[in-house]
């Protein structure tokens, strides 16, 4: 799944691609991806739109138009590929925008679970899920202390908080795992059994590790690519993700993997050692 900074560089890519064009027409191939304004409606409401500029909170894409704001969400395998001539349609190609210049901004997904919802001008903060998010993950906007309260409040492992997106937005599989390593904290601690200074750590490893990935323009992993068709390369960063028998860059220890919620975790079980304390 495109993590924030998959987003953020998708983000960059568009502005850099498709800034000032006017929507002449919508495709919509797969109507499911749109959530509203009905499909008809929608791509009505879009013809003769011009994109203005692009914003990102969390994992949400926001295209910023004459008379709305277009959310966009890629899950799992969303992206976005743009076409100044000679566009190549496949099965995976289910929204296309077709600029008045000729040239068209494709929205493919090969497991269709990507969303789109069209609002009014500057209303995304209204959003139901852009509401639920936690701040993004700045020194100036994600605050230690408030970061802490939250901890201590949750009983839930530290791994599946982190990527529930309220404490702190833009985490997923990948950066939750490489953070709790820099901080040396095992994925299933209780939230809040974290140590003062453990949390300390782990605010820094958020930010430190989010900040990297997206000066190197994500991770990736199987089929991430951002706007300009270019893969990231923050891959060659990992020191846990993805890099089970492999020696921690620390302490030699084998890295290994678990399920934690559900999800696959990598961690170092020497680093990393559950803790095995009273709930503070």
């Known amino acids: 799944m495109p993590e924030l900074p998959e987003v953020e560089t998708v983000r960059k890519g568009l502005a850099s691609l498709v800034l000032n064009k006017t929507i002449a027409s919508v495709d919509v191939r797969w109507p499911r991806i749109i959530e509203s304004p009905e499909v008809?409606?929608?791509s009505a409401l879009l013809k003769?739109?011009?994109?203005?500029g692009f914003d990102r909170r969390g994992k949400f894409l926001i295209f910023k138009l004459t008379d709305y704001d277009l959310i966009s969400h890629l899950r799992m395998e969303g992206k976005y590929e743009f076409f100044a001539n000679e566009p190549i349609i496949d099965k995976h190609t289910h929204i296309i925008f077709h600029f008045t210049d000729g040239s068209q901004l494709q929205y493919h997904d090969v497991r269709k679970f990507g969303r789109m919802t069209l609002v009014d001008k500057d209303q995304s903060n209204m959003y139901k899920g852009i509401q639920q998010l936690g701040p993004e993950p700045k020194p100036e906007l994600f605050l230690l202390p408030a970061f802490e309260r939250g901890l201590k409040k949750a009983k839930k492992a530290i791994k599946p908080l982190l990527l529930d997106q309220k404490l702190v937005t833009g985490l997923g599989n990948i950066y939750v795992d490489?953070?709790?390593?820099?901080?040396?904290?095992?994925p299933e601690q209780p939230a809040n059994t974290l140590t003062s200074d453990e949390i300390v750590l782990l605010h820094a490893a958020i930010i430190d590790v989010l900040d990297r990935a997206v000066k190197a323009g994500g991770t990736t992993?199987?089929?991430?690519?951002?706007?300009l068709g270019e893969a990231g390369k923050f891959q060659q960063s990992l020191h846990v993700y993805g890099q089970t028998g492999n020696p921690c860059p620390r302490c030699g220890t084998p890295i290994v993997k678990i399920k934690v919620a559900q999800r696959g975790t990598h961690f170092c079980p020497h680093c990393q050692?559950?803790?095995?304390?009273d709930f503070l």
């Open 273 to 277: 050692q559950l803790q095995m304390r």
């Open 48 to 52: 003769g739109q011009q994109l203005l």
């Open 178 to 186: 490489e953070a709790l390593w820099e901080a040396k904290i095992h």
């Open 221 to 227: 992993i199987r089929t991430y690519l951002n706007a």
């Open 40 to 42: 008809p409606m929608f």
